[in-house]
């Protein structure tokens, strides 16, 4: 019966997921939230620390932590995993000589034991640039198909124009009530 009550709650009434958006410096995260937030581009510099914004989506209500993807505060991802649902890892598709650490990155998170149950959209963002590496390509590099214990989703985008960010955030509305 309990679960019965939740499930029509997720459903018909509103109900908050936590969201950090990770990814290395200059990947595009910071644009991409206020892209969701505004519909517009907003001139950004590096976060230092963290943005904190609501998206709702349907009734769907997202907290988004937007964390600063810069080496020296990569190391404090962890302190924002706790009661996370979801992690949107924002790549640079154009960053080809980054890949790897943003593959090491990505697994230390889905390793995390705070992060256990947590489902995963990756925004390939930068598709708009000539030579950037397609969702497929990252796929392969990334080794996604290699993850079993997380829902995932990979989806090209373009932060600057918005274009694939609404598909991203309709998988994430369908995982949370699909919960």
Known sequence: MGQLIAKLMRIFGSQEHKVIIVGLDNAG????????????????????????????????HFLMWDLGGQEALRSTWD???????????????TDRNRLLTTREELYKM?????????????FANKQDVKDSMTTAE??????????????????????LTGEGLPAGLQWMQAQATAN
């Open 29 to 60: 995260k910071t644009t991409i939230l206020y892209q969701f937030l505004t519909n517009e581009v907003v001139h950004t510099c590096s976060t230092i620390g963290s943005n904190v914004e609501e998206i709702v989506l349907r009734k769907t």
């Open 79 to 93: 302190t924002y995993y706790s009661n996370a649902e979801f992690v949107i890892l924002v790549i640079d598709s």
């Open 110 to 122: 889905l390793a995390h034991e705070a992060l256990q149950n947590a489902s995963v959209l990756i």
């Open 138 to 159: 990252i796929s392969q590099f990334l080794t996604l198909s290699a993850i079993k214990d997380h829902p995932w989703h990979i989806q090209g985008c373009c932060a």
